[in-house]
Nanobody
Framework: QVQLVESGGGLVQPGASLRLSCAAS????????MGWYRQRPGKQRELVAR???????DYVDSVKGRFTVSRDSGENAVYLRMVSLKTEDTAVYYC???????????WGQGTQVTVSS
């Protein structure tokens, strides 16, 4: 129904920046929310940041002031700008979207972000 494809992960040093991108395609009715989750080694998947159709954003406390989520509604795309990366940000980052028409959640395949010196 809806496919999400992420890009932009990689290996960086502490203090560096990265920008993740995610584009939705397929049989899209109306995507009302998009965002990013991550799964750190040995941890459960957690919400990192999300943005709704009113551009209201929400962040996990550990990334506030460092990460910025944005959205291109016309292109059904979401971005995550990450600055001042820390080793604890190392995780697989998953793009998320909720389609109101399908009343379903959709997930990308994940992109690895590794922060290491």
């Amino acid at each position: 129904q809806v496919q999400l494809v992420e890009s932009g992960g990689g290996l960086v040093q502490p203090g560096a920046s990265l920008r993740l991108s995610c584009a939705a395609s397929g049989s899209i009715f109306e995507i009302t929310a998009m965002g990013w989750y991550r799964q750190r080694p040995g941890k459960q998947r957690e919400l990192v940041a999300r943005i709704n159709s009113h551009s209201t954003t929400d962040y996990v406390d550990s990334v506030k002031g460092r990460f910025t989520v944005s959205r291109d509604s016309g292109e059904n795309a979401v971005y995550l700008r990450m600055v001042s990366l820390k080793t604890e940000d190392t995780a697989v980052y998953y793009c998320y979207a909720y389609d109101q028409g399908w009343r379903s959640d959709y997930w990308g395949q994940g992109t690895q972000v590794t922060v290491s010196s």
